[in-house]
């Protein structure tokens, strides 16, 4: 029994071809480039919001109590929560490791900042929001220690 030959329509010829081909040429960038261009990028704008914390603790606590009116928390308790957590995601994020529990973890702070501290930069929290969403929905690329520790465990329970 022979097989018979998928159907592949004609390529347009000329101009048309020609702009079909390079418009269809990013399709060829890796998904686990784009992950990890992400990843970076997000955890770069976390981990300078917490160094510029840290850089003047005083000054942050000050923001804490008048500025940022977080309700239902002591703003001395939640400005090291805030902190510790923009430290922790960006640095999850930017190794790959535990990645999609980082994207988790700020998207919370996120939603913090958009509902209670500042409603009018919406555009802004939406651009970070759909980073973390990427991460958290599709994980961290090939390009990660989650990979890593996916295939040695993977690899070792056959």
Excluded: C
Aim: no cysteine.
């Amino acid at each position: 029994m022979t097989a018979i030959p998928e159907y592949s329509p004609p390529r347009p010829a000329g101009l048309v071809g020609l702009y079909q081909r390079v418009i269809k040429l990013p399709e060829r960038i890796p998904f686990s480039l784009v992950q990890l261009a992400a990843r970076v990028a997000i955890a770069h704008v976390f981990w300078q919001s917490a160094q510029s914390k840290l850089a003047s603790w005083p000054v942050t606590l000050q923001l804490f109590a008048s500025e940022y009116n977080l309700p239902l928390i002591d703003p001395s308790i939640a400005a090291p929560l805030a902190t510790t957590a923009e430290i922790t995601g960006a640095v999850l994020l930017f190794l790959g490791l535990f990645s999609r529990l980082g994207a988790l973890l700020l998207l919370g702070v996120v939603s913090v900042i958009q509902i209670f501290v500042f409603p009018e930069n919406w555009a802004e929290h939406l651009l970070w929001a759909s980073l973390l969403l990427l991460v958290l929905t599709r994980g961290a690329g090939a390009f990660s220690l989650d990979y890593v520790a996916e295939r040695t465990f993977s690899a070792s329970g056959k």
